[in-house]
């Protein structure tokens, strides 16, 4: 079994900045997509941010310039910083990783979601 644990998210006022963290833990063998993704009420979900075990990284157009994901792979961790957050961000986010746990075994695993909500 693999769980993806998350944190960060809350309340926050347009302009200001929050870090999300999600944690993977284990059987793992490799990780090697961990992404953010995103589900506003009535909209689809979509692909916020990802990035691979090597350090390639890939971002929505929306969020181009204002989020950063990284990871720390020590720690099966991946982190997403928002800044300058506009109320279009508002949304569920989901972390997300593709996690080897045996030979012959990927799986993909998404966390429970936390709430981020953009706010005056």
């Known amino acids: 079994q693999v769980q993806l644990v998350e944190s960060g998210g809350g309340l926050v006022q347009p302009g200001g900045s929050l870090r999300l963290s999600c944690t993977a833990s284990g059987s793992i063998v490799n990780i090697y997509n961990m992404d953010w993704y995103r589900q506003a009420p009535g909209k689809q979900r979509e692909l916020v941010a990802a990035s691979t075990s090597g350090g390639s990284t890939n971002y929505a157009d929306s969020v181009k310039g204002r989020f950063s994901i990284s990871r720390d792979n020590a720690k099966n961790t991946v982190y997403l910083q928002m800044n300058s957050l506009k109320p279009e961000d508002t949304a569920v986010y989901y972390c997300?990783?593709?996690?080897?746990?045996?030979?012959?075994?990927?799986?993909?695993?998404w966390g429970q979601g936390t709430q981020v909500t953009v706010s005056s």
């Open positions: 997300n990783a593709d996690v080897r746990s045996r030979p012959s075994l990927v799986l993909t695993y």
